[in-house]
């Protein structure tokens, strides 16, 4: 029993240093969030997040022989959905809590700036490029898509969907820190951003492909904007550490292959193939 403590202490205080150590680095990108979780009820988990946007550049670019506004914000991509204008994109990646699911998005804004008007955007163009150069034409932009004052995008936010990275849950969402008005061209900035996201109780169990691994929680914890999350997963880990089948020395992975692998001599053997396990 004392063997077992110790291992668990040991396991908690090595997830504490990588969780603190991961905090200390999420601060220094340009566009930069800080966040906190709030347990609001039994079954239901709020997470906020507070994003910073800088300010954006807007130059000038030429596309077969047309000259479209181009906007660059620091370390963040842009949209290219065909036909619709490229926009700023903020990709953001949110653990979920074991065992829920989202049901509430909310998105608030502070530090609104009118950019100026007659902005011509450039618009999304065919991801082939051979296609687009054939063709010899301007990008046509898609009836306007938004509100009745053509707004684009309507929404700050769209949902990607859920994704499992080693049994933990993901929500993917793409901020959007601009509008356009396709009409006159206007752009509207929006400085900081506070993002909601409300989570209850779901039925179906995502946890039982977590293995409670310190590599898989680093791996988890560096991707996502709410890395303090990882700590919902402690009571799943004592499980997994409690499981005479998931002890320490237990086998982390089954590399699955052919048998002239076995006694391959080159560069590619067994040892190669767990090293570069991902």
């Not at 303090?228 to 089948?245: A, E, G, S, T, V």
Request: proline share 6%.
């Amino acid at each position: 029993m004392k063997k077992t403590s110790k291992k668990h202490y040991t396991l908690l205080l090595l997830i504490t240093t990588t969780l603190l150590l991961i905090s200390s680095t999420t601060t220094t990108t340009s566009a930069s969030t800080t966040e906190n979780t709030e347990k609001t009820s039994n079954t239901t988990n709020t997470i906020n997040i507070e994003i910073s946007i800088p300010k954006p550049q807007i130059e000038k670019i030429e596309i077969n022989k047309e000259i479209y506004d181009r906007i660059i914000i620091k370390n963040l991509p842009n949209s290219n959905n065909l036909g619709k204008p490229c926009i700023p994109v903020k990709p953001i990646k949110i653990l979920l809590p074991p065992n829920q699911k989202p049901v509430d998005i909310e998105i608030t804004t502070s530090g609104k700036t009118f950019l100026g008007s007659g902005y011509n955007i450039e618009i999304g163009q065919p991801l082939n490029r051979l296609i687009a150069e054939k063709n010899h034409s301007k990008p046509k932009q898609q009836k306007k898509h938004g509100t009745k004052k053509n707004i684009f995008p309507e929404k700050l936010y769209s949902t990607i969907g859920i994704h499992i990275l080693r049994g933990y849950p993901i929500l993917f969402i793409n901020i959007y820190p601009l509008q356009y008005n396709q009409k006159n061209g206007s752009l509207i900035y929006y400085k900081n951003i506070h993002l909601t996201v409300k989570t209850k109780k779901h039925t179906y169990n995502s946890s039982r492909a977590i293995r409670g691994l310190l590599k898989d929680i680093r791996i988890v914890s560096q991707i996502v904007d709410n890395p303090w999350c990882i700590h919902l997963y402690k009571n799943i880990w004592n499980k997994k550490n409690n499981n005479p089948h998931m002890s320490s020395e237990s086998i982390e992975y089954v590399i699955i292959t052919a048998e002239e692998l076995l006694n391959n001599a080159r560069d590619y053997t067994f040892e190669d193939l767990a090293e570069s396990k991902i």
